[in-house]
C-alpha cells in the first residue's frame, strides 16, 4: 500500500498570502496524484488530478506540481473561501489512497 | 448538475448490517464506473471500494468479504451492503463517481455525494 503524508498538518496564513502544501509517498507515483479540497459539512472537491491538471471550475490561483514520490499544492494568493482542509490522493497502484490532510486556517 | 445524494445512515450495534444508496443525477449513471469512500473521525478519507458500470467489483482489503457494492442501472442508484459491522467502520460514507473510467481502474473522484454517517456502537 502507498502511504502519503502530508506536511505542515496546520498551516496558518492570512488573506492574500501564498500557500504551499506538500505531500510525499512511499514510492513513486509517477505523476498520479489528485488533491481536493474538503470544507466543514462539505464533500469534498476535486481541485487537481495527475499532478497539474485544474478540475472544471477550479480558479487559476490554484496550482500542482511535482513528479516520483513529492508534490505541492499551492495557492498564489488566498481567498477566503479557500480557508479549509486539503487531501492528496494516489491512483498509482491498489489500494488508493489519501493522505491525512493539512488544515489551511486564518492567521 | 451532476448530483449525488446517499441515504440510509445511522446508529448500529456491532454484528449487525446497513444498506446505504446513492442516488445519481444529472450525468448518465450507467456509463460510469462509481466508488465509496469513507472518511472516519480524526482521519484521513479511505477508499471503499469500486465497482464497473456492468458491476465488477474491487475493495479495500479492511472491508473485504463484509461490505458488498451493487447498482441498478434502472434505477440510477448505487448501494453499499455493509455486514459484521465494527467500531472502527464508524464514518462518514460517500458515494463518488469515477470521472474517466467505466471500468474497475485506479481513479480519482469527482463529485462526491454529501455523504451519510454511519455510527457502530453498542
Known amino acids: ?107 | 448538475q451532476v448530483q449525488l445524494v446517499e441515504s440510509g445512515g445511522g446508529v448500529v450495534q456491532p454484528g449487525k448490517s446497513l444498506r446505504l444508496s446513492c442516488a445519481a443525477s444529472g450525468f448518465t449513471f450507467l456509463s460510469y464506473a462509481m466508488h465509496w469512500v469513507r472518511l472516519g473521525p480524526g482521519k484521513g478519507p479511505e477508499w471503499v471500494g469500486v465497482i464497473s458500470h456492468d458491476g465488477t467489483t474491487k475493495y479495500a482489503d479492511s472491508v473485504e468479504g463484509r461490505f458488498t457494492i451493487s447498482r441498478d442501472n434502472s434505477k440510477n442508484t448505487l448501494y453499499l451492503q455493509l455486514n459484521s459491522l465494527r467500531p472502527e467502520d464508524t464514518a462518514i460514507y460517500y458515494c463518488a463517481r469515477d470521472p474517466a473510467h467505466n471500468y474497475v481502474s485506479p481513479s480519482w473522484f469527482d463529485p462526491w455525494g454529501q455523504g451519510t454517517p454511519v455510527t457502530v456502537s453498542s
Open chain 1, 1 to 107: 500500500e502507498i502511504v502519503l503524508t502530508q506536511s505542515p498538518a496546520t498551516l496558518s496564513l492570512s488573506p492574500g498570502e501564498r500557500a504551499t502544501l506538500s505531500c510525499r509517498a512511499s514510492q513513486s507515483l509517477t505523476n498520479y496524484l489528485a488533491w481536493y479540497q474538503q470544507k466543514p459539512g462539505q464533500a469534498p472537491r476535486l481541485l487537481i488530478y495527475d499532478t497539474s491538471n485544474r478540475a472544471t471550475g477550479i480558479p487559476a490561483r490554484f496550482s500542482g506540481s511535482g513528479s516520483g514520490t513529492d508534490f505541492t499544492l499551492t495557492i498564489s494568493s488566498l481567498e477566503p473561501e479557500d480557508f479549509a482542509v486539503y487531501y492528496c490522493q494516489q491512483r498509482r497502484s491498489w489500494p488508493l489512497t489519501f493522505g491525512g490532510g493539512t488544515k489551511v486556517d486564518i492567521k
